[in-house]
């Protein structure tokens, strides 16, 4: 078990990047009550030959802390990624409704992994921390009439297996199987909490370390 560190009194939280221009991990990020802001990566997400989903996810977050060191001195830099894989076979952002209504489709009665890495760089000290979440979501069978309503109403095309689990997507599922329901939105919190306090940052932070 990793011990726990303290901040020195005197020192406060360097400034925080979140590495993504995605609102639904701004919303997640919020939740640890410490101020951050936001900062885009550019990096080729391309997948490499023979490349696990796993290995995908966490070199990609890795990659997108890299990009943004340089211009970032002094500051911690979260990064994440995400892929869903079903029958070993990952599966992008739909982008479209027909692609969207073809992944829900295949879907429909079947369990979905959703890998979510976490990535962790404080430029500060040149440290680097990773995770990686592993959830399993189960699905309703889906007829044709629930998936279309479904995306009429939420239009999920730049979302990971086309569903918004914050929203109307949980109508979907029949289970969801997880160490962390923050991960599946897109942002690991419970890692990421732990990350802090092996950095010597417990959470929640006084007001007087922010």
């Known amino acids: 078990m990793n011990s726990i560190k ?8 360097p400034p925080v990047i979140l590495g993504s221009s995605s609102a639904f991990r701004k919303l997640l990020l919020e939740k640890l009550h410490f101020p951050f802001t936001q900062a885009t990566p550019d990096i080729d997400e391309t997948p490499l030959a023979s ?3 796993q290995k995908m ?9 890299e990009a943004l060191a340089e211009q970032y001195p002094d500051h911690i830099l979260i990064t994440s990624d995400q892929c869903a894989v079903l029958d ?17 489709s ?8 959703f890998y979510t890495s976490l990535h962790v760089r404080n430029t500060r000290t040149n440290r680097d921390y990773q995770a990686l979440d592993i959830t399993e979501v189960e699905f309703r069978d889906l007829a044709d009439d629930v998936i279309r309503r479904y995306l009429e109403i939420e239009t999920p095309l730049n979302c990971a ?7 109307l997507g949980i109508t979907l599922f029949k289970a969801i ?6 991960a599946l939105i ?8 732990e990350i802090f306090y092996q950095m010597g940052y417990p959470l929640p932070l006084a007001n007087k370390e922010r």
């Open 177 to 182: 199987r997880s160490i962390d329901p923050n």
């Open 186 to 193: 897109g942002l690991p919190l419970i890692e990421l909490t």
């Open 57 to 65: 996810v966490t070199r990609l977050a890795q990659r997108k802390a």
């Open 6 to 13: 303290t901040t020195n009194p005197k020192q406060t939280l």
């Open 88 to 104: 070993d076979k990952p599966l992008g952002k739909p982008h479209t409704f027909e692609n969207a209504f073809r992944q829900l």
């Open 106 to 113: 295949s879907f429909s009665g079947r369990t979905v992994r």
């Open 161 to 167: 297996g086309s569903f918004k689990s914050e929203g």
């Open 51 to 53: 490349e696990t989903p």
